[in-house]
């Protein structure tokens, strides 16, 4: 777990000085203006973030934004490659994120009880698609498969009933 904290900081610490991204420069004029670190200005963000997830009004609407966008981008670049590599990865990614949208069928019910329902679920999907995590291949050979061979004979009865 630690070793994810670190290569975190680092990969954002990596993103925020590389000045080719809109993020980075907006990053880099605050904390000029500011008189502050650029690590600072992004810690400060992402604490911004998180406290919205848990007290703020869509936060539903933002934390499934997060786990669609960035996805659906490399998903279509995926498509359009000649990699299979990454379709695996995005398919893997979006079995879970259907399995979280079921989930979030009762999300009313958890959040009286888990109100920080929407940082947690935003925490799984970066740890999901960020490259430097890896997360879905862990779903993919911790949970996906072991089901999938458990259940085969279940779905390929049910793939036979439906096709008569």
Request: aromatic share 18%; with cysteine.
């Amino acid at each position: 777990m630690l070793a994810i904290v670190e290569n975190t900081k680092n990969e954002v610490k990596n993103y925020i000085y590389d000045d080719g991204h809109l993020a980075s420069r907006g990053v880099a004029k605050i904390a000029s203006y500011t008189r502050t670190s650029r690590e600072n200005i992004a810690y400060a963000a992402m604490g911004i973030f998180a406290v919205y997830l848990i007290f703020g009004y869509f936060a539903e609407l933002v934390c499934n934004f997060v786990g669609f966008a960035y996805p659906a981008v490399f998903s279509i670049q995926a498509i359009e490659s000649m990699d299979k590599k990454d379709d695996a990865k995005w398919l893997t990614y979006w079995v879970v994120f259907s399995v979280c949208s079921l989930v979030d069928f009762g999300s009313r019910v958890i959040m009286r009880w888990f109100p920080v329902y929407w940082l947690c679920k935003c925490a799984f999907f970066l740890w999901l698609f960020l490259p430097w995590m890896n997360g879905v291949q862990v779903c993919y050979s911790r949970i996906i498969r072991p089901f999938s061979k458990k259940y085969s004979k279940l779905f390929e009865t049910m793939e036979g009933t439906v096709a008569q």
